[in-house]
């Protein structure tokens, strides 16, 4: 059974990137989704996207053990200066959940790198499904798209329920000494587009 949306809110947002309006949708499981829009949206237009799942070690508290805070940031700058969508959504740790995502932190701890965590707590590499996320495009009217990822998952997740990628616009941050085991397991176990 699909998981339906349903528009709760819409309000003005103004951030240190620019002015968006954020449009809060909620889904079946009582989870409460956010897409920011900068711009005019247009169903026959190209719309330039970032889908972000959340992350709250590294979106709210920078964490160094991943690159998420700096992707979000550089999606934010990117619409901001030229109109798009960012839609965040509530599939934290690559949808395994905030407690799992910490235990998967003191795994990595001991050694495993972010893919051999996730699986050794009984979890694929990667829970995240975008069926939620096509539902709130559609909604705002998007259906072609310059995606803004690295991730050739979160590609096949959103064109598996009919979003039109028409470009995949890389969004590459340097990798630090706290993070590059994390953006290597990325790139050569969950076949990450990571040019570094």
Request: charged content about 30%; overall charge positive.
């Given at each position: 059974m699909t998981n339906k949306i349903r528009k709760k809110e819409i309000v003005d947002l103004p951030t240190a990137y620019g002015n968006f309006k954020a449009v809060v949708y909620e889904c079946d499981e009582g989870l409460h989704h956010?897409?920011?829009?900068?711009?005019?949206?247009?169903?026959?237009?190209?719309?330039?996207?970032?889908?972000?799942s959340e992350c709250l070690t590294g979106d709210?508290?920078?964490?160094?053990?991943?690159?998420?805070?700096?992707?979000?940031g550089k999606a934010l700058k990117i619409i901001a200066e030229k109109n798009?969508?960012?839609?965040?959504?509530r599939q934290e740790g690559?949808?395994?959940?905030?407690?799992?995502?910490?235990?998967?932190?003191?795994?990595?701890?001991?050694?495993?790198?972010?893919?051999?965590?996730?699986?050794?707590?009984?979890?694929?590499?990667d829970e995240r499904a975008y069926a939620v996320g096509v539902q709130i495009l559609a909604d705002i009217g998007v259906k072609k798209i310059k995606l803004m990822t690295n991730n050739p998952k979160k590609i096949e997740g959103?064109?598996?329920?009919?979003?039109?990628?028409?470009?995949?616009?890389?969004?590459?941050?340097k990798p630090t000494t706290k993070n590059k085991k994390y953006l290597d397991a990325k790139k050569n176990k969950l076949g990450h587009f990571l040019e570094y």
């Open positions: 956010i897409a920011l829009i900068k711009g005019h949206i247009d169903e026959n237009e190209e719309i330039l996207v970032r889908v972000h709210v508290f920078h964490s160094q053990r991943c690159d998420c805070n700096l992707q979000l798009g969508v960012l839609l965040y959504l690559r949808g395994i959940g905030l407690l799992n995502k910490i235990r998967a932190y003191k795994l990595q701890d001991k050694g495993m790198d972010t893919a051999e965590a996730n699986e050794k707590l009984g979890f694929k590499v959103l064109e598996k329920f009919g979003i039109k990628i028409v470009e995949r616009i890389p969004l590459i941050t």
